[in-house]
């Protein structure tokens, strides 16, 4: 069955009666179009303090095979409901550059994703969009500057703010731009770039604010460029923060969606976890808590990426803590994890299987570090037999690990009621003990190496000149008190995407480290991981159509 048979099966409602299971009036919301709406911030501020119990999914290292990290939340969502129980979901918006790359849409599979899946793929309500005009328009203040008077002393040299575009495209990675007959025509020469949107630091800084006087205090703190004399010159200096938040202001409201089951959803914000920190926004999941007895929410890809990530920068800037950490993991991926190869049946194993369950112990490691509960998610595939079922099953049962199979993507929520009380127990059972993994007030280097350690499994971090001296340069500015937020390869816990498992002692590569000063954070950038990503052999964009009808084909 496709998506669009199983849309047309789904128990979907107009957004307006969704809103009103979680106590939204139709005044609370702004449609857009039957089944999606913004949220007013300042009407979410109202709903009051009561707080219910905050679920984060993260997951083994990405691999091939798949792990169905936003199956498995979406179906813990539905399987919640079929339970009775009053659950609202707390995601990320979609990209969509991914979305026409490699990686497909981000909006679950199967019986389980969020409605309507098409829009939410493409447009949605134009909040990347947004951001990636606020962001054009501050480097094209930035590049005028350069061109008029130049009275804030800026180096050419040295302005850090890329261009943002929501799409991927290498050939833009690294550029030149000011040419031209002069400098009224064309501008300033000078190395420039673009990023994917989601990269950035308005990106994070969208989703890390509380409310308008936060995210303006945010952008005017960004640091764009560096002077003559080596100092920072920020949005402040520029004075065009007003201008930013008018093209920020519906964009700063969460979006509300539901389930194919009916619960509902907010989906906001779209920080990438392997280069910013890789969640839905603050608002959204605070608002989800004060509506709903039970909140699910999901950090892009693994433990060490997004799941590091919501805990030592998102627990820290919003003051929640997460009752309950669900890990998913599939068992080919696990087996990919143990050396097996998905091109050659032979090499699936149950003893690659055994081999693999490394990676999963790492990032139950990772996420017990904080002191959290932590239940294995186990999406489960037609292939998968009982022996290999058993395997996973009896290893968790050894460590001390709760664990649960789903098949939410065949079975919908009814496929994760097994899960969904094997997290309801775990939170009624256990208390947490949350703590962070380091500091602020340590020395960077410091941070990054305790999240290099402690997460990644790494024995030693090194790094480049250029990553010494910009070190140097934030703590002598006064930046050496924020946070890391680590770029690096989703595909490995360490930095060279062809290494699986769980290697321990290797040597960490940080290659250029950026200040994200407005998000709150410094961004050590490792390997070859690179901000703006290219288009695969075969794009995802070469299967998509829109037929004589209207529907779209090919969009996954």
């Given amino acids: 069955m496709d998506d669009i048979e199983i849309a047309q099966n789904a128990k979907v409602k107009p957004i307006k009666e969704v809103a009103a299971t979680i106590g939204l009036t139709e005044d609370d919301i702004e449609p857009y179009g039957k089944y999606i709406a913004k949220i007013p911030y300042d009407r979410l501020a109202k709903m009051g303090d009561k707080k219910g119990k905050l679920v984060m999914v993260s997951a083994i290292t990405p691999t091939p095979a798949g792990e169905g990290k936003t199956v498995t939340t979406i179906g813990l969502i539905q399987g919640l409901g079929r339970l009775g129980k009053k659950v609202v979901g707390a995601l990320r918006e979609p990209s969509i550059g991914p979305t026409f790359g490699i990686k497909g849409g981000a909006t679950g599979g199967g019986y389980s994703q969020v409605y309507p899946m098409w829009d ?13 005009a606020a962001h054009n328009l501050l480097s094209a203040i930035v590049d005028n500057e350069l061109v008029r008077d130049n009275v804030h002393n800026i180096d050419p040299t040295r302005v850090v703010l890329k261009k943002a575009m929501d799409i991927n495209a290498r050939e833009l990675r690294n550029i030149v731009t000011g040419l031209g007959r002069d400098r009224i025509l064309g501008g300033v020469p ?43 010159v920020t949005v402040k200096d520029l004075g065009c923060v007003g201008a930013m938040m008018v093209l920020l202001k ?87 994890h143990g050396g097996a190869r998905l091109e050659d049946e032979s090499t699936l194993t149950d003893d690659a299987l055994r081999f693999g ?92 190496e305790a999240v290099a350690t402690n997460i990644y499994g790494a024995g030693s971090v090194v790094y480049s000149k ?58 050590p950038v490792c390997g070859t991981l690179t901000l703006m990503p290219g288009l695969p052999k075969v794009p995802a964009a070469m299967r998509m159509d829109l037929l004589e009808d209207g529907r779209i084909v090919g969009l996954k």
């Fill in 120 to 132: 939410i793929d493409l447009h949605f309500t134009g909040d990347i969009h947004a951001v990636t």
């Fill in 190 to 232: 000078h190395e420039a770039g673009f990023l994917i949107t989601s990269a950035s630091e308005i990106s994070a800084i969208l989703a890390l604010s509380n409310d308008r006087a936060d995210l303006r205090r945010r952008l005017e703190r960004m640091v764009v460029a560096y002077t003559y004399d080596n100092k920072p």
């Fill in 250 to 336: 519906d964009a700063i409201n969460p979006n509300l969606v539901q389930t194919l089951e009916g619960q509902p959803v907010f989906v906001h914000g779209f920080p990438f976890a392997n280069i910013a920190h890789g969640t839905n926004s603050v608002i959204a999941t605070k608002a989800a808590l004060s509506l709903g007895d039970y909140v699910i929410t999901e950090a892009g890809f693994a433990s060490d990426l997004g799941g590091e990530k919501f805990m030592d920068i998102v627990c820290r800037e919003s003051g929640m803590r997460p009752d309950c950490v669900v890990l998913v993991a599939s068992i080919r991926a696990l087996m990919t």
């Fill in 357 to 448: 369950l490394c990676n999963l112990d790492k990032h139950i490691e990772n996420m017990s570090s904080y002191g959290v509960p932590v239940v294995v998610a186990v999406n489960r595939f037609q292939h998968d037999t009982p022996e290999q079922m058993n395997i996973i099953m009896d290893h968790c049962r050894e460590i001390g690990v709760r664990c649960a199979f789903s098949e939410a993507f065949s079975k919908g929520g009814e496929g994760a009621v097994e899960l969904a009380n094997t997290v309801l127990d775990v939170l009624d059972t256990v208390k947490p003990d949350f703590h962070f993994l380091y500091q602020t007030d340590s020395p960077i280097k410091d941070k990054i």
């Fill in 466 to 523: 250029e990553a010494d001296k910009a070190i140097a340069q934030m703590e002598a500015d006064g930046y050496g008190n924020l946070p890391v937020c680590i770029a690096k390869t989703q595909a490995s816990l360490t930095d060279d995407s062809k290494v699986k498992g769980a290697p321990r002692g290797w040597t960490l590569s940080v290659r250029e480290v950026t200040l994200s000063a407005g998000a709150g954070f410094i961004v």
